[in-house]
């Protein structure tokens, strides 16, 4: 069985930065791809960003050039590196890993709180 486990969330005043990790867990799986997601309250979940199996990345428009996603295959563990956070930015944060059988697994989600 395979786990994910999101963690790295907490509560940051304005301008500051997080860094969410989001380990995998279990054989057999190889973490191949990455999907970060957030949820605010009231709202629908929306894809922040990705990282596929060719390194390519893809941003939402709202956190480009403030957040990086990443990997690193040994530790089976993705990153998003959240730099200038704001308000808005508040939501729990959501981590889709994929293996390389295009299976994938979803973590419990960490809360992300940016005060003004």
């Known amino acids: 069985q395979v786990q994910v486990v999101e963690s790295g969330g907490g509560w940051v005043q304005a301008g500051g930065s997080l860094r969410l990790s989001c380990a995998a867990s279990?054989?057999?799986?190889?973490?191949?791809?990455i999907g970060w997601y957030r949820q605010a309250p009231g709202k629908q979940r929306e894809l922040v960003a990705t990282?596929?199996?060719?390194?390519?990345?893809t941003y939402a428009d709202s956190v480009k050039g403030r957040f990086i996603i990443s990997k690193d295959n040994a530790r089976n563990t993705g990153y998003l590196q959240m730099n200038s956070l704001k308000p808005e930015d508040t939501a729990v944060y959501y981590c889709?890993?994929?293996?390389?059988?295009?299976?994938?697994?979803w973590g419990q989600g960490t809360q992300v709180t940016v005060s003004s």
């Open positions: 889709n890993a994929w293996g390389v059988y295009s299976d994938s697994y």
């Open positions: 279990g054989t057999p799986f190889s973490m191949t791809a």
């Open positions: 990282l596929r199996s060719d390194d390519t990345t």
